[in-house]
């Protein structure tokens, strides 16, 4: 087994970092936030990761992790330092990247020719291979090598213990050899490949992953159009082998702290590089215009204006099973409902906002609501009996932007149903 450090604890150090300590490595997780730090010495985790909390109690007792607030503390003599800080969107496409620097910049002179520099943040195509340079004209003997992350928010532990592919990138073959001995506990595929060729996997995959989306969601407005049923289409074309039936579910567009950030970053990439990317930012303004198209929707449902209507909206995490509201549609949509002066409440089971007047119970929300918006797939929505959801609302529009409700018991309950490419 080997000593390893974590520096940033966040969704993806935290993660990663006690994964590793739950396979017998010894871990030393550093952060610059002193709070999130001692939240974690007393056995706080400081966001909802189903799991999380579990493991960090076991490998707490094991002894196998330990937090600090230092960088240098944690890198110590360690076999190989993981770097996990965000690398935020600068609003113009471009990644920030200062935090990776910054810590590089702090850790690297203390680093030995017998320890790896484990890039994990998300990182523009060519930023490993430039650090790498960087070092060698300093003459810093560490190797540097990029492992992206490819964690999804609410199932990232069973994704980090079974993922479907490792992914080395370097040009130190002795330091990637180490890197993949290191990650032998997985049964998984390793891709080992140039630092390039790895962040370029991992933009890829994103990217990818977003155009999916987006595809569905158009394929959702076209089957409701046509009068076809985008759950049928969905499951008749993922039973194709090389298309599959996972992530087909239509929705509000997508979310969260990688899908938004990589995709315009990508772009960038591919505007720097000399090549315009044409595809990839019809998806970005696609999925802008799935929001406003679900907008129209609810205004249709209370009668043609939004203004002074009271709206309730069921979820504000960016997806079901997180309290991760980063870049969540269901705030985007809030906030374009309240740019056309609706009056928005809104429930969410573990996230929360304070963009909206926020309730505990989701039938609250409906108090006085001329239309419910159901905008996050959260599995206790669907339990939620239609005839009540009827009895506490004032109108009877139910917009659901995930398909999660029950289209006949809705419309059972006297309420006009208006999901997403539904027959
Ligand atoms: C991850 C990936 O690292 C990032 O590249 C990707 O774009 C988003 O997902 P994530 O773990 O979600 O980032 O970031 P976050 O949950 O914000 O955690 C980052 C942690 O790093 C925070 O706790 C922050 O305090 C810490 N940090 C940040 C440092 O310890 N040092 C810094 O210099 C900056
Ligand atoms: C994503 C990638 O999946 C993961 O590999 C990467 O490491 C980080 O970014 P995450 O952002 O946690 O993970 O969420 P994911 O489950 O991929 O969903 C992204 C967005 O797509 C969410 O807004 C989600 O609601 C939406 N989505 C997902 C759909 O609308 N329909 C689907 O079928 C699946």
Not at 308 to 335: C, E, M, Q, Y
């Amino acid at each position: 087994m080997s000593s390893l450090a974590f520096i940033g604890a966040g969704y993806v150090g935290l993660v990663t970092g006690l994964g590793f300590a739950s396979l017998g490595h010894d871990v030393t997780i550093s952060d610059i936030d002193g709070d999130r730090i001692d939240r974690l010495e007393a056995g706080e985790v400081p966001f909802y990761e189903p799991g999380l909390a579990e493991l960090l109690q076991r490998t707490r007792s094991e002894g196998r992790v330990r937090f600090t607030r230092s960088n240098l503390d944690a890198v110590g003599s360690v076999d190989a330092v993981f770097i996990c800080v965000n690398t935020p969107d600068r609003g113009d496409g471009t990644a920030d990247i200062s935090a990776v620097e910054r810590v590089l910049a702090e850790v690297a002179p203390r680093l030995d020719g017998d320890q790896i520099l484990v890039i994990k943040s998300t990182v523009p195509p060519g930023t490993t291979q430039r650090t790498i340079q960087e070092l060698a004209q300093r003459g810093l003997p560490v190797a540097v090598v990029g492992v992206p992350e490819f964690l999804r928010e609410g199932r990232a532990l069973g994704d980090f213990l079974a993922p479907d592919r490792i992914v080395i990138g370097g040009d130190d073959p002795e330091a990637v050899t180490r890197m993949a001995t290191m990650h032998e506990g997985f049964d998984a595929p390793v891709v080992t490949t140039s630092a390039t060729s790895a962040e370029m996997i991992k933009y890829a995959s994103n990217a990818y992953l977003a155009t999916r989306l987006t595809f569905v969601n158009g394929l959702a407005n076209l089957c409701e159009a046509v009068g076809a049923d985008i759950v049928d289409v969905t499951r008749g074309i993922g039973l194709d082998e090389r298309i599959g039936s996972r992530f087909l579910r239509p929705g509000p567009g997508y979310g969260g702290s990688c899908f938004p950030k990589d995709t315009v970053a990508l772009v960038r990439v591919a505007d720097d590089a000399g090549y315009d990317f044409a595809l990839l930012r019809a998806v970005i303004d696609a999925d802008h215009e799935q929001r406003r198209a679900l907008v129209s929707k609810v205004r249709e449902g209370a009668g043609g204006t939004l203004e002074g209507v009271r709206v309730a909206l069921w979820g504000v995490t960016f997806k079901a099973n997180t309290d991760d509201t980063r870049n969540s549609p269901a705030i985007r949509l809030g906030r374009l409902l309240v740019a056309e002066g609706a009056d928005v409440v809104a429930h969410d089971p573990h996230g929360s906002t304070d963009e909206f007047t926020m309730v505990d119970d989701p039938l609250d929300a409906l108090e006085d609501a001329q239309v419910l918006l159901v905008a996050t797939e959260w599995g206790m929505y669907a339990g939620i009996p239609a005839p009540e959801i009827a009895k506490a609302m004032k109108g009877d529009t139910v917009v659901d932007a995930r398909n999660v409700l029950d289209p006949t018991a809705i419309g059972a309950a006297g309420l006009v149903y208006r999901g997403l490419g539904r027959a």
